[in-house]
């Protein structure tokens, strides 16, 4: 019989958390903000995808949430040795992206202008998940320029991708939701 894990273990009270590989730095590590913004956008991933009633999106939602799990693993790893350990990202991962973007973009009407969020919710929601990809994208490039030796290209490309990816399902849930686009037009 196994016991059950304790949710909390009081070892980060004093400011410190533990990298995968057992190195121990503070809370505000370049490398803690990093794999942080990388769950954030994993969450907000999450309510997107439950927020979505179209089956294809939500099974595609839930892959992007599992690798976003082994790229926070990857990015929370004190060593290139202890992250190749962990599950890894694979070019069809990107691959998988590019062609969704692709897929959805063929019901899409030409950009001639740029997309303001909002809209309906589940428009909303794609851009800020959006956001917090990018933002964990430039905390992961920040990690990397400090410590250049972590530096994992399939991540880096992964949360690019997936940006993409985010921002084109706002504008096909905008279409398939019957809601139009809001389109910014300069003064």
């Known amino acids: 019989m196994s016991s059950k894990f304790k949710i909390y273990t009081r070892s980060g009270d004093q400011g ?9 730095v ?39 949430i ?39 973009d063929e019901e899409l009407p030409a950009l001639t202008a740029f997309v303001l969020p909002g809209g309906h919710p589940i428009n909303s929601y794609s851009h800020i998940a959006r956001t917090v990809c990018r ?12 410590q250049p030796e972590l530096y994992n290209p399939l991540v880096e490309k992964f949360l690019n991708r997936l940006s993409d990816y985010l921002f084109t399902l706002s504008r096909f849930c905008s279409i398939k939701l019957n809601i139009p686009e809001v389109l910014w037009v300069s003064k």
């Open 135 to 146: 933002r964990a994208e430039r905390d992961v490039l920040r990690l990397w320029n400090s």
């Open 66 to 104: 599992v690798n976003l799990f082994v790229a926070e693993s990857i990015v929370a790893a004190v060593t290139t040795e202890a992250a190749l350990r962990m599950p890894q990202l694979k070019e069809s991962d990107i691959d998988a992206l590019e062609k969704s973007i692709d897929r959805m």
């Open 26 to 64: 503070t809370k505000a590590d370049l490398q803690v903000e990093a794999y942080g913004s990388i769950d954030e956008a994993k969450s907000y991933i999450a309510l997107l995808k439950d927020m979505i009633e179209m089956e294809e999106i939500k099974n595609e939602l839930t892959q992007i």
């Open 16 to 24: 410190m958390t533990s990298l995968i590989g057992g190195k121990r």
